[in-house]
């Protein structure tokens, strides 16, 4: 009787011991199905972020009547797509119609508002990824950008105009979080330097110099 006793209470000790180990072998590949980093070479990362569109520096010449140029900052949404050419190096490509708002202060005649202007844009930028197999991977990247004239809208009273298209250099750091396998956290800050580009119109002709820093915030999703 007593060696059933002890062969039943080793028995459920030995069942307890085999669920134990059960249970953490399934929390370890659950944690490990998580933390195994962002994509890997050939994978691909897409992002949805809310962008923060600051101008810094911003510089601009007028034909005749003198003052300067000015527009403001403004809130707009964004997406990204990134191809990871290897674990560390990616390709990240942007593109989108973007407007600004344009007003003309200090000049001889007054301040009035010049228009909207609506560019089509497109960027690449180079990255490279410190930690691609970290839950938190930080990233560098430089690239171009190329945005020409979509379509112009006057204020009232100013005449048509047109802008030159330009090429812009980037600067970009960013991070991503991996909250789960697939989704993950991210944030960026972009620093564009624009060449100078000019505004011409009948009577009317500016030249602009401006730098332009981007904040963003959002979610992306890694295969």
């Not at 569109?53 to 900052?73: E, Y």
């Not at 593109?95 to 600004?100: D, N």
């Not at 490279?128 to 197999?133: A, D």
Request: with cysteine; aromatic share 12%; charged share 20%.
């Amino acid at each position: 009787m007593r060696h059933d006793v002890r062969y039943r209470t080793l028995a459920r000790m030995m069942l307890g011991r085999i669920a134990l180990g059960e249970g953490i072998l399934h929390s370890a590949h659950c944690l490990a199905a998580i933390d195994d980093g962002g994509p890997r070479e050939g994978g691909w990362m897409f992002r949805a972020m809310a962008l923060q569109v600051n101008v810094r520096d911003m510089r601009s010449t007028l034909s005749g009547i003198g003052g300067q140029v000015t527009t403001p900052n403004q809130r707009t949404p964004g997406l990204d797509v990134t191809y990871f050419v290897t674990d560390r190096w990616a390709l990240e490509v942007q593109g989108g119609v973007f407007a600004r708002d344009y007003r003309i202060e200090k000049s001889r005649i007054g301040d009035f508002a010049v228009g909207t202007v609506e560019s089509g844009s497109v960027s690449m930028t180079v990255q490279y990824h410190f930690r691609p197999y970290a839950r938190l991977s930080p990233y560098l990247g430089y690239g171009f950008n190329y945005a020409w004239e979509h379509k112009i809208r006057p204020a009232p009273n100013i005449p048509n105009f047109h802008v030159k298209p330009i090429v812009s250099r980037i600067l970009n750091m960013g991070l991503d979080y991996q909250a789960t396998k697939h989704w993950f956290v991210s944030a960026s800050v972009r620093y564009i330097t624009s060449p100078t580009y000019t505004f011409r119109g009948h009577g009317f002709n500016a030249s602009v110099d401006l730098d332009t820093l981007i904040i963003g915030v959002g979610v992306g999703y890694g295969m």
